[in-house]
Structures are given as C-alpha cells and as structure tokens.
C-alpha cells in the first residue's frame, strides 16, 4: 500500500465546548493578541531606531519578540477565524505548516534564551573579552542558528509526518500539532523513525535547557560576592531568569501533559494547558523586559513625555 495519507483535511474537535461563549471568546482573544502585537512591535522598535541598544542584549531581545510575533500569527488568526465559523477545519497541508510553526518558535524560543545566557555569562563572568567574543559576526552567527537550527529540525520532522497512512481527522486540539498527527497514523504505519526523531529532539533542547540553568547558577554564585555584579544582574540577568523559568515551566508542563496526560480532563482546561506556551510569555516577556532594563524604560518615559529629557534619565 502508498505510504501517502489520504486525509485532506482536519477537524479541530478542541473547539467542541467553546460555542455557547465564542462571541465573548472572540472579543477577549482579539483584544489580547492586539496587546502581544502592540507591545512587541513597540519593543523592537524602540530597539531599531535607537542608536544606544545597538547591543548583543538588545538584538537578542529583538530576535526574541520577534520569534514572539512569528509564533502567535502561527496561532491567533486561525484560531480566530474557527471561532467565527460553523466548521472548524484545517487543510492537510495547513495543518504540517501550522505544527511547523508551533514547533519551530517554541524551540527557537529556548535557543534564543540559551544565547542570552550566554551573552550574559560573558559580560558579568568575561567583561575585559566580552567585546571581542561577542562581536557583531558572533552576534549574528547566534542568532541565525538559534533561528534556522529549529526550524532545520522540524522541517525534517514534520517531512517524516507528511509521509504517513493516517487514518483519522480528528484533532483532540485547537491547533495542529506533530505528536497528535502521527497518532492518527494508521497501524501497519512504521512510525518509528518520527519518534527516534522526537525524542532526538526532546533530548537537543533539554540540553538547552541543562546550559541555561548552569549558566545562571553560576552567574548566581559569581555575583554575590560582588555589589557591583549584583547589582548588575539584577538589572539585565533578572528578565531573562524570569522569562526562562516561566517559558521551561510552561513548555515541560505541556509537553509532559500533551505525552502523558489524562484526558478526562474537562476540554476547556486542555485548552489552556494547550495554549500557555502561546499565552503567557509572548505578551509576559516585552513588559518584563519594558520596565526592567533601564535604558528601554528610560527611553519609552522619554517617548511618553514627548521628548522632554527628564531629570532622573
């Protein structure tokens, strides 16, 4: 038999609870996926046209609300729509595209946090090297490969998934995702070689994530013993650690539910626990990083006061 799916199109049977409220849901959803896009974009660009955050920290916080913007516009539009309409479907090849993506910034994601531990290690820990280890072809060596590595990886993946005999439509999820895919395959279907690839994957990123926290341990351990290094990493350190730990919590919480998870759950908390990745740090990270490092704050208190310098900048 063709190892082609004969599957055209998907339905996403995570909106079957949500049509008594979809109007209220709409509203809610519009109105926050404006607030994501509003801070993000305002964000980058503050960064692009101020002279003074032409700097590793802030390029990479530019990549980071960028990856922002990429993930949700993956999810926010569509889910829109479905809630709009009669049928929620999604077309075969939609569906591997929009899984593509799902995947793709949430990995990015993690790679992006791995480069600012890294920038961070180097300008507390390496600060009379930092400049000449961080120049501007390292900087942008970084960040291609904290861009193109997941998105390499995932192409090859969801390759694997588009080759597979499926023999159901039906998504248990308001999105599209790999995993759920391929455990509509058929069962003379040789799925081996996607979960060798998953777990491939899994193992990669938890590795990322092993290097973030042993950076920040020992930026942690490096900085007590200096008031100066304290103070230092409680101004550029404190965002990341914090957009760090929510984004890991969030994405291992999903991924360990999404693999082992009970589905007796009732299908609204599914939803959410489906949805924090896409929730919480896209709209958390630009006000965490807004009001915390100073220049960026200082700079949107100067936009607000229309350009008046004002005394404590």
């Known amino acids: ?70 993930g949700t516009t993956g999810f926010y539009p569509k889910f829109l729509l479905d809630l709009l309409s009669p049928v929620q479907e999604i077309s075969y090849a939609g569906c591997l595209l929009q899984a593509l993506v799902m995947y793709s910034f949430a990995c990015c994601e993690m790679s992006i946090l791995a480069v600012m531990a890294y920038d961070r290690y180097l300008a507390i820990c390496r600060p009379l090297h930092y400049h000449s280890l961080m120049s501007k072809r390292r900087l942008s060596q970084l960040v291609c490969f904290s861009w193109l590595t997941p998105f390499c990886i995932f192409s090859i993946n969801v390759g694997l998934t588009s080759r597979l005999k499926l023999c159901g439509s039906n998504l248990q999820k308001l999105f599209c995702v790999n995993w759920v895919i391929v455990k509509l395959a058929c069962s003379e279907a040789d799925t081996f070689s996607n979960q060798a690839v998953s777990y491939i994957i899994i193992l990669i990123y938890f590795f990322h994530g092993v290097f973030i926290i042993w950076t920040y341990m020992h930026l942690i351990r490096t900085c007590v013993r200096s008031k100066d ?54 709209l958390m990270n630009p006000l965490i990083y807004g009001f915390k490092l100073t220049k960026i704050r200082n700079r949107i208190l100067l936009l607000i006061h229309g350009g008046r310098k004002l005394p404590f900048i």
């Open 1 to 70: 038999m063709e190892n082609v799916s004969i599957v055209r199109n998907f339905i996403l049977v995570g909106f079957n609870e949500s049509f008594s409220y979809r109007i209220t849901l709409f509203s809610l959803t519009l109105l926050y996926y404006c607030m994501i896009l509003f801070f993000n974009i305002s964000l980058i660009a503050i960064i692009i046209s101020d002279e003074d955050l032409h700097e590793p920290m802030y390029i990479l916080l530019c990549s980071f609300c960028f990856n922002g913007l990429y």
């Open 229 to 282: 290094d304290s103070r230092k990493f409680m101004q550029t350190c404190l965002p990341h650690f914090i957009s760090m730990i929510t984004f890991i919590v969030v994405i291992v919480f999903d991924l360990m539910y999404m693999r082992f998870g009970s589905t007796d759950l009732p299908q609204g908390l599914q939803n959410f626990i489906a949805i924090e990745f896409l929730l919480i740090p896209p």
